[in-house]
Nanobody, 123 residues
């Protein structure tokens, strides 16, 4: 089993920055990708970014590309999401997830999920 714990969310103003953390523990035999998703009230969960568990392959959704940066700290088994120039439309619960395939943006392809951390951006 893989356990994921997100942290770093909060209430900020438009234009501010936040860094989310996803701390992982457990068994990673078949883990190839770590991804961030988000879900706003009344909307479906949507892809934000992903990074390969090994190597440096990354992807971003069009809505965050150029503003967010995903990274890893292998010594801490932690994935980060640096969020800059935040907009009110970034308001959502942000979830960390792991899965066996690289490059997928579908929630159905990820096996383990954290409980989420709330990000609220005011205007």
């Amino acid at each position: 089993q893989v356990q994921l714990v997100e942290s770093g969310g909060g209430l900020v103003q438009a234009g501010d920055s936040l860094r989310l953390s996803c701390a992982a523990s457990g068994h990673f035999i078949t883990t190839y990708a770590v991804a961030w998703f988000r879900q706003a009230p009344g909307k479906e969960r949507e892809f934000v970014s992903l990074i390969s568990w090994r190597g440096s392959f990354t992807e971003y959704s069009d809505s965050v590309n150029g503003r967010f940066t995903i990274s890893r700290d292998d010594a801490k088994s932690t994935v980060y999401l640096q969020m800059n120039s935040l907009k009110p439309e970034d308001t959502a619960v942000y979830y960390c997830a792991v899965g066996p395939r690289i490059g997928t943006r579908s929630t159905d392809e990820y096996n383990y999920w954290g409980q989420g951390t709330q990000v609220t951006v005011s205007s």
